[in-house]
């Protein structure tokens, strides 16, 4: 009993994990989107600092869902990791290009279109390749004992490449809410334009991928479609709705960090929303929560720290984003 | 592709080139992290405008090789799942865990202070600053603590069950934490950082040195340098004596490798010193040996009997090639790095230690000197645990994932195309930034004010200044 507990507690931890990772790199990701928007230098860079001095921590979660997998659900990790073997893949490789581009966009005149490029393409990369392997997760993973056993292009399908688009457009939509709060003067007012168009863009693409997945699987279909789960099926729309409404009212009255919050409500809401379908699954259809956790002894030990040092983690990050707070000023920046 | 491209041996190759290049840049921000929080603690203290200057000279540097650390990292921590994935769920309930401690307590740690590092002086103040300086180093610190216990304990395991699945279960954390390798690598590999900083940092001086020995901050950044050099490379080699002493306890199969040691030796070893390891015919050709001497390293005894190869399987024997030359690469380098700290200390002496060419050139060629050491002490220490993973107990040919050859050749190709162009490039824009001397801002004449008044910062660093962009 007290073994399913803890799998359960760290399934939370592990959600919790990716759905920060989800809504902070999610931004920065999508102010990286945003960069062909303008194509004036001074503009930006501005863009750039805004995230400068926070990205390196955010991108971290992403490497706490990855290894917070590895070490409390070591057999979901040994099976998702092959079957979405090219996305990930291509993930990383879009990562490195982006992550780089912070610091070498700085440290040369010539190539500095060519980091640009580096900047968005990789960025592109990343947030396509997270909502594939997201619409493949969902879709299901086949797996024969205790090794993933489908296909090679098995994660490549019109559903995984619909999901690609969505958090493509839903991060876009993060990145254009959060310049509108950090930034002034004509690219803030360009932002402010752009934010109508991604919020409708994510809105169909989300209502696309809740119609969809209930019948990608028919447990989804029961609990979407049966009381009394039938009951999210409202609720979950209802909420969406409002927080679109949310993002529309503070662009329309300037109010700079409505926007951002509501979107990052529209994500929050998205998450719920695949968790409610995934419960109690880890990998669906082939391992539950419970037949992917480690034993006992490991989720223990990882929890005792963990339940420490989070909350530490948070206070510090919460900090420096303190520190960094209010419109971003041109003439700042260490380069 | 050749049959023998097989994609255990693909992805051998690929494991080998990512943490190659990722752990060049770790070892380099490991010491520089420390370096820095060392010079803003003794601005701080003395408001010598020297050390500021150094401080904002290699913090831009250390951007850079943190930047690229953190992403070829990340390529790191998914790759247990997507090519070794037998691996991960067999090791991952004791190899997990640590592994996640150290994204929690050390990742986390850096990456939410880095920011106030580089851009936050002017917002925190100075004395939030230096926390901020110093949980990044000790963030690095604590970074390469888990990771050498990770590492140790797949050299070393201890504390561990199996159950009846096949996975390694922990029984005993403290034992797994604290493995029997573990003191011995972690104290290696720190020093292996600050002796590879040291000799960056010492470049770089001597290089500015060279073409003005007045420039202060080069003066003493050469000097703080030769001071660590001269220090530090004793107690390495006092450090990797005792490591290898843990290993020949351990895995005497890899002493025997680095040794060339293909027979035993029942009444006192030789020491090996060149020749080249014939596996075919399991001897070393042309060697040139010193008698008795490995005995005498190894057991402290000039007759002390010692086992070779021939005690071991063939099938448990790791290659001796590579293990053999790598090992003398390593510790031919230590000495040279030996030999450059006593040059340092002998001309400071004779109160010349800026004023000694041929001391500065010596330092700028060893300025690489570090990387290829501790490239070549990982490749000794990882081939020679071959033909594990998990030594003795699991085998690198039942780690593997279930891929196939043309999805690992794929990967790794377009990881060795990405990798060069990414990090040569960002490789010359160190270059670049080294080749620049290192001055303070006022004398730049960017700023309009004096440098600072009344011993308060001042508004602006200089390279805050859109000129200096460049």
Redesign the interface.
């Known amino acids: 009993m007290f073994g399913l507990e803890l799998s359960f507690i760290w399934a939370g931890i592990i959600a919790f994990a990716v759905l920060t990772y989800v809504i902070l790199d999610g931004f920065d990701l999508g102010v990286a989107l945003l960069f062909p928007v303008t194509k004036d230098e001074g503009e930006r860079n501005v863009m750039m600092n805004s995230v ?3 990205w ?2 955010n ?2 979660w ?3 869902g ?3 997998l ?3 659900f ?2 979901a ?6 079957a979405l ?2 996305p ?2 291509l993930m ?2 879009g ?3 982006r ?2 581009a ?3 966009r ?4 010539g ?1 500095k279109p060519l980091w640009d490029m580096a900047f968005f393409g990789g960025s592109l990369t990343a947030a396509m390749c997270q909502g594939i392997a997201l619409g493949a997760l969902v879709q299901g993973i086949e797996v024969t004992g ?4 489908g296909g ?1 292009w098995d994660w490549l399908t019109p559903f995984s490449i619909v999901t690609g688009i969505a958090v493509t457009a839903g991060y876009a939509l993060l990145g254009a809410t959060w310049l509108v709060l950090k930034l002034e003067g004509r690219v803030q007012a360009h932002m402010r334009e752009l934010a109508w168009p991604l919020t409708l863009a994510t809105l169909v693409f989300m209502a696309i991928f809740s119609l969809w997945t209930p019948f990608t699987e028919a447990v989804y279909f029961e609990r979407w479609f049966t009381w009394p789960t039938a009951i999210f099926s409202v609720t979950v729309p209802f909420l969406v709705l409002l927080c679109a409404g949310g993002v529309f009212y503070g662009l329309r009255n300037y109010h700079d960090a409505t926007p951002f919050l509501c979107a990052l409500a529209l994500f929050v809401l998205g998450f719920a929303g695949i968790g409610i379908s995934f419960y109690p699954w880890l990998v669906p259809p082939s391992l539950t929560i419970e037949q992917a956790a ?2 006992d ?2 989720l223990a ?2 929890l005792v ?2 339940l420490v ?2 909350p530490l ?1 948070l206070a ?2 919460a900090y ?1 984003y303190w ?2 707070r209010g419109k971003i000023d041109p ?5 | 592709m050749p049959d023998a491209m097989t994609a255990e041996l693909l992805a051998r190759i690929q494991f080998a080139f990512t943490v190659s290049f990722h752990i060049v840049f770790p070892a380099f921000s490991i010491g520089l992290a420390s370096y820095l929080a060392v010079l803003n603690g003794l601005w701080l203290w003395t408001r010598d405008e020297a050390y500021h200057t150094l401080f904002n000279y290699w ?2 540097i250390f ?2 090789a943190f ?2 650390g ?6 790191m ?2 790759q ?3 090519n070794w ?2 691996f ?10 640590l ?7 050390a ?3 850096e ?6 590092m ?3 002086r002017n ?2 103040g100075d004395g939030l600053h230096m926390a901020a300086t110093a949980m990044v180093a000790f963030g690095t610190l604590l970074s390469a603590t888990w990771i050498l216990s990770v590492n140790s304990w797949m050299h070393t395991p201890a504390g561990y069950g199996i ?1 009846d ?1 096949g ?1 390694f ?3 005993d ?1 403290w034992k797994i934490v604290f493995n029997p390798s573990f003191p011995y690598r972690l104290v290696h590999m720190v020093l292996a950082a600050y002796l590879t900083t040291a000799l960056v940092v010492g470049a770089v001086a001597a290089w500015h040195l060279l073409h003005d020995n007045r420039n202060r901050a080069a003066r003493r950044s050469f000097s703080m340098s030769m001071w660590m050099l001269c220090i530090v490379t004793p107690l390495q080699i006092f450090a990797g004596d005792q490591h290898g002493l843990n290993t020949l306890e351990h895995q005497p199969a890899k002493v025997m490798a680095m040794e060339g040691h293909y027979d035993s030796h029942p009444d006192g070893a030789p020491l090996i010193l060149f020749g080249i390891p014939n596996s075919e015919e399991k001897r070393v050709d042309y060697a040139v040996q010193i008698p008795k001497l490995s005995s005498l390293i190894l057991k402290h005894d000039l007759n002390a009997p010692l086992a070779g190869l021939d005690t071991i399987p063939e099938a448990d024997q790791p290659p001796v090639g590579i293990v053999f030359w790598s090992f003398r690469v390593m510790i031919s380098l230590g000495f040279l790095m030996l030999g450059l700290g006593f040059w340092g200390l002998w001309a400071r002496m004779r109160d010349r230690l800026y004023d000694a060419p041929w001391l500065h050139r010596a330092a700028v060629a060893m300025g690489p000197a570090g990387f290829v050491a501790v490239l070549a002490g990982w490749i000794t220490t990882e081939v020679g645990r071959q033909p594990f993973t998990v030594y003795g107990l699991l085998r690198t040919a039942d780690s593997l ?4 050859a043309p ?1 690992v050749a794929a ?1 790794l190709i ?2 060795v195309v ?1 990798y060069f162009f ?1 990090f040569g ?2 490789v010359y ?1 160190i270059l ?2 080294m080749a620049k001397e290192p001055t303070p801002a006022a004398r730049l004449g960017l700023r309009d004010g004096p440098v600072r008044a009344a011993g308060s910062v001042a508004a602006h ?1 200089d ?2 200044n859109p000129a ?3």
């Open positions: 400068a001095p926070v390196d921590g991108e971290t992403l490497v706490l990855g290894g917070g590895f070490a409390v070591p057999l990790y040994a099976v998702v990791m092959p073997y090219m990930i893949i990383l490789l990562l490195v290009f992550g780089v912070f610091e070498y700085w440290r040369t005149k190539w205790r090794a993933y056993s090679w480690a034993p002894e490991s030990f990882t720290g963990t040092l989070i983690i510090y990050t420096a520190v960094f003439e700042e920046g260490y380069h | 913090k831009k951007a850079v930047g690229m953190v992403v070829s990292g990340l390529v921590s998914y247990f799942g997507t994935s037998v991960a769920d067999k090791a991952g309930p004791v190899v997990g865990p592994m996640a401690y150290e994204v929690l307590s990742f986390f740690l990456a939410g202070f880095l920011g106030i580089l851009f936050g917002r925190v159950n699945v996975q279960v922990p029984v954390w994932a279930p891929v196939q999805a990967s377009a990881f990405v990414v490039a960002g824009y670049r930034m660093d390279d805050q200096m962009a460049e």
